[in-house]
């Protein structure tokens, strides 16, 4: 410590406040000799001054104050003697005795006491502390191009043949065994969040004994594949008769003329009609062109007691041999029939539909079709395939005996979550199905299951390095797909509010390899653009890269409650062989028994599994990371005028549509040039603009879903129908509907559907614009 003695003259004349009060002056020096004489007292012989600091009077304010160090006297008397001496000097300050030894024993006592029991206290709580909370997480990495591409690296096709023979080990055990083995694999992979939802649902399964056909001109008895009746081929293929059937068909025994109505469009029915009479008679059949639904609902509505539903050969591509199998079709709409329009809780109550419609529905092959007509073996033509068609000459009988079992049985959907970091609010939606009660969708289920298994076991190699996507992705695997997609109907119907709100797309899996010639993106307008990128991002290491056209047409499988109820942006990737007939349509409703080795044949390398994997994910990584959904409004109304222009041929008057699309696309060209594009400028971009927003392009196509469609139709009018049609189905199905009965009023109520959902679309993006004017109005 270093002392320092004032100076009285410059005391003086400093004028300090601090200093010139005489009781502090007295009190200072008389602190300076109780100082001293500490000096001389035990334990302070070695007590030095070199190394102490000086400590500046800060808060003085005279700067001119001589402050010198005092120097050590050489007697502790000399300074007290001196100040003495002064006559102005008043001692005001009286030194306490010192303390006694047994004082100074307990305060040494008391402090070391206090200093053990903080020691002890805190060595609990650091105990505690580091027990409960967790390391501090890794930071994150960023979410960009070389992200996704770092991911979708550990997506190999051996790893999905590995994934797929795995499953194939348990596809004959019920659903619930099913589904619980995909969440133990879901859960190994490190997938946090994965739930097994259970329903209770009324299901349509075949009976103990196979459906039958008998011709009563010859008194043939014949099975759904051909074969006759007999106990030999009955146990030779047994699984597939039993599963040669139409789910939710009416039940029981007809016997009646076979009327040939080769697709049963509204040409066709008023062909028949015209030359005989319908009623209770048995339809022959094909399928395609079509939705099943719609032609059975006019074959319903003419009459008709039983249908005989089979495929010809010519609409089948040349690569496929399909002749001699029956399959599976289901009349389900969708969900389950017991509980239409909510959800199969625990108390809901169950209406009592054991089947779906009136008529008794039997699918069967080609073969036994070109035996119920009579075809010679000499007809048929190696050059060209010539279309199956019964003789106008040829009068034929038919006994259909059709039994099935309605019970209500459990089905379970596998949900998993990957949470957002941003946004968890908003969910990523991709969907795969598993193995039903029923093998007649054979194999083609452990395609899907296996390619969204790699895509997880992908993604949670990089969470385990830190990384999280902005938006919440939800892995599906859904039960009940082959009856109506039942699971994917009763979940959402489950959670249809949360749904609504927080759902930004829905990505599928449905039946990814049904062929391997070329590949088939489908999505929604909003989405097209999206989907187009994405097919040249896995092209980089490959040499022949072709590009396929994106379309929006109507698709099989789970999404189709997100697109018609929810009015959710969806998209698919798949592989299929090459149609070239017109008919081909809607064939994908047929399932057909699918064996372990024909996947495999399809794809010996499992390249095209591999392709399918790594193109939905870089959709999927894209909608759950980009800061602005890569959603496309100009496209939409783009779509809309297209799907109008063509109607103008159609003697309609479509100037007041064509008027209000127009201005649906000028307002949608000016939000995507003024808010869309400067929220994709990272400059410009604010976290409260960029929700805004997010929550109009969230919800662009939910303007598009009309009040009732006819069965089989989209609700969603922005999907066509097929690859030929560019018109709104509902507007082309009015148009037909108006063949049939002669009336404008079906045309009437379309066109006001039509018109409806467009102005409303259009008051949607102009809501959504006013709303970003007066927020940066606000706020300058």
Request: glycine share 6%.
């Amino acid at each position: 410590m270093a002392y320092h003695k004032v100076n009285a003259d410059q005391r003086a004349q400093g004028h300090s406040p601090y200093l010139d009060n005489d009781d502090l002056q007295a009190t200072a020096l008389e602190l300076e000799w109780d100082m001293e004489k500490e000096l001389e007292e035990p334990g302070f012989d070695h007590f030095r001054l070199d190394g102490a600091v000086q400590h500046h009077l800060g808060n003085s304010q005279s700067p001119d104050l001589d402050l010198e160090p005092i120097q050590p006297s050489a007697s502790p008397k000399g300074r007290f003697q001196r100040l003495q001496e002064d006559p102005d000097y008043i001692s005001h300050y009286t030194r306490q005795a010192p303390k006694n030894n047994r004082c100074n024993f307990f305060q040494i006592l008391k402090v070391f006491c206090t200093a053990l029991i903080v020691f002890i206290f805190g060595i609990v709580i650091g105990y505690y502390s580091g027990k409960k909370c967790p390391s501090p997480p890794a930071s994150p990495e960023p979410n960009n191009p070389h992200t996704y591409l770092e991911i979708l690296k550990e997506i190999k096709a051996e790893n999905i043949q590995q994934i797929y023979r795995d499953l194939l080990q348990f596809s004959r055990e019920d659903d619930v065994d099913t589904a619980m083995k995909i969440l133990v694999q879901w859960t190994s992979y490190g997938l946090e969040d994965v739930q097994l939802v259970n329903y209770s649902v009324l299901l349509d399964l075949p009976g103990s004994s196979s459906n039958t056909i008998t011709l009563k001109n010859s008194g043939e008895c014949f099975y759904p594949d051909g074969q006759q009746c007999n106990r030999g081929t009955k146990t030779l293929h047994s699984q597939d008769l039993l599963n040669s059937y139409a789910a939710y068909s009416a039940k029981g025994t007809l016997e009646a003329e076979l009327v040939d109505i080769q697709y049963g469009t509204i040409e066709d029915l008023i062909r028949i009609q015209a030359i005989t009479n319908v009623t209770k008679k048995i339809a022959l059949l094909k399928l395609g062109q079509s939705p099943l639904l719609y032609k059975l609902s006019l074959l319903e509505d003419a009459g008709f007691g039983g249908v005989l539903l089979y495929v010809d050969p010519c609409d089948l591509p040349k690569t496929t041999d399909l002749a001699d199998k029956a399959f599976m079709v289901s009349l389900n709409s969708g969900g389950d029939p017991s509980t239409p329009g909510y959800a199969s809780i625990d108390g809901s109550y169950r209406q009592h539909r054991l089947n779906l419609t009136t008529l008794l529905v039997q699918p069967i092959s080609a073969v036994l079709a070109k035996k119920l007509i009579s075809v010679p073996e000499n007809s048929v033509r190696k050059d060209r395939c010539v279309p199956l068609q019964l003789p106008s000459t040829e009068k034929k009988i038919i006994s259909l005996n059709i039994q099935s079992v309605t019970t209500y049985r459990t089905i379970s959907n596998v949900i998993g979550y990957l949470k957002g970091t941003v946004f968890p609010d908003r969910y990523v939606l991709i969907g795969s199905h598993h193995s039903s009660l029923n093998t007649s969708s054979g194999q083609e289920w452990a395609s899907s299951t296996a390619i969204i298994t790699a895509f997880i076991q992908a993604l949670m190699l990089k969470v385990k390095r830190g990384w999280r996507p902005d938006r919440t992705i939800v892995f599906c695997s859904w039960g009940g797909t082959s009856f109506g997609n039942i699971g994917s109907y009763e979940w959402a119907e489950d959670l249809k509010r949360v749904l609504q709100r927080n759902v930004v797309a829905y990505v599928s899996l449905h039946n990814p390899v049904r062929g391997n010639s070329t590949l088939h993106p489908i999505a929604s307008p909003s989405l097209q653009q999206l989907t187009a990128e994405s097919q040249s991002f896995n092209c980089v290491e490959k040499t022949k890269c072709p590009g396929s056209n994106v379309s929006s047409v109507q698709i099989q499988g789970d999404s189709d409650y997100f697109i018609n109820h929810l009015g959710v942006p969806a998209m698919q990737f798949s592989y299929e062989d090459i149609n070239k007939s017109e008919n081909s349509s809607f064939l994908s409703e047929a399932l057909f028994p699918v064996h372990a080795t024909k996947t495999e044949e399809l794809d010996p390398s499992f390249k095209l599994h591999e392709t399918i994997a790594k193109l939905t994910g870089q959709v999927t990584l894209q909608i759950a990371n980009e800061p602005v959904l890569p959603f496309n409004a100009l496209d939409i109304a783009l779509e809309v005028q297209n799907s109008l222009k063509v109607f103008i041929g159609d003697k309609v008057d479509a100037s007041q549509l064509l008027a209000v699309a127009s201005q649906l696309r000028d307002t949608a060209e000016l939000f995507q040039s003024d808010e869309m594009r400067p929220a994709n400028d990272p400059k410009e971009r604010a976290p409260i603009r960029v929700r805004m927003l997010n929550d109009v392009l969230q919800s662009l196509e939910k303007s598009f879903l009309v009040q009732q469609a006819p069965p089989g139709l989209y609700r969603n009018i922005l999907y066509r129908l097929d690859e030929r049609t560019n018109q709104f189905s509902v507007l082309l199905e009015a148009l037909e509907h108006y063949k049939l009965h002669q009336s404008n009023e079906t045309i009437q109520a379309a066109l006001s559907e039509v018109l409806n959902s467009i102005s409303s679309a259009q008051v949607y993006f102009k809501a959504g614009l006013d709303v970003f004017e007066t927020t940066l109005a606000g706020k300058k």
